[in-house]
């Protein structure tokens, strides 16, 4: 114990004697980067702040100051040109890394804050455009596919067809909450047939509830929609039906009845009150009847009487209406006489030309 003791006190007074003749010196600092290397990589804010800490060593701190400011300001307009330039060609992850990578280091601006805004909002509307337009080409082969992969789900012991399936899922995890979000939104639009479409995709992908309610109010207003539909055309019919009836009813009494015909032929396109309109084909082909037999009997006697050409204008008139062979020869014939009387007609001044001339020779 003694040994020990004797031990110990001499290796203390060994230590206390080695120490009492080394002088201790602190630790050297690590010097952090100067003001002129923070703006070579244009970290304008960390030279503001080392250039702030070496005020009481700056001989000339305002200019040096201003001069990081200026170059900062330029640096910005740089940034944001170049910012713009990939914005233009829709590479808006490039602008945004390029962006705010840089804007960390530059003094606050109003400029900087006006374009963050607007460009994370253009960012937005393109990403949301385009991830549209994938929810809407994706949603119908995955409900297409969705049966397949889980049969195969059940089925395969495969770890790599496995990871086929897992990657369907992964894929129908991520689509059908924005499948469903599309056809909400429709439905809230009052799009019921776009929103039937979407609602029924996701409910086929991830059943729920709450998809089902509202599957049911798309279909419902779709089937509401439709009956008002149906309401409102058998009310235009109607209307359009009047109309006609009345056009019809006074070409009619003003003896149109070429044009009686064509309305009539319209009321019946309709499909409506067929009743009501045989009765009034019957009343009109009667009067047609008398018509045409008044106009064929009074050319006969036109005709009788030499007059041709009144004659011939009558049973024209008949043959419009309802068209007989009798008629047709009769017209014929008329057409043919009065065809030579023009030519005799013609033919009279030559000759008494000739006979003038005769009479008096030059």
Known sequence: MKKISLVFLLSMSAFLLLSGCTTWTP?????????????????????????????????????????????ARAYQTDLLREARALQQQSQFAKAQELFEASRVELPQSRELDEYAEQFYAARDRYIQRNLDELTRLRAAPLARQHAAYLALQKAAADPELQKVVDRHLRDVDYFAPLIAKVGTQALEQGEYARAKQYLAIAYQLTPSLQLAQQLKSAEQAIAANTQKKQIARLSEREQRYRDLNFALQQSIDQRDFLAARDQLEQARALGIHTDELDAIQKQLDEVIQTFVSLHSDTGDRLYADGRIEDALRHWVQADLLISTPELKEKIEKAHKFIGRLHQLQNARPSSNAKRTNAKNPR
């Open 27 to 71: 630790p050297l600092s690590i010097a952090g980067p100067s003001v002129d290397q923070l703006r070579d990589e244009h970290r304008y804010l960390s030279a503001l702040k080392v250039l702030t800490a070496q005020r009481d060593k700056s001989a000339n701190y305002e200019a040096e100051r201003d001069a990081i400011i200026t170059e």
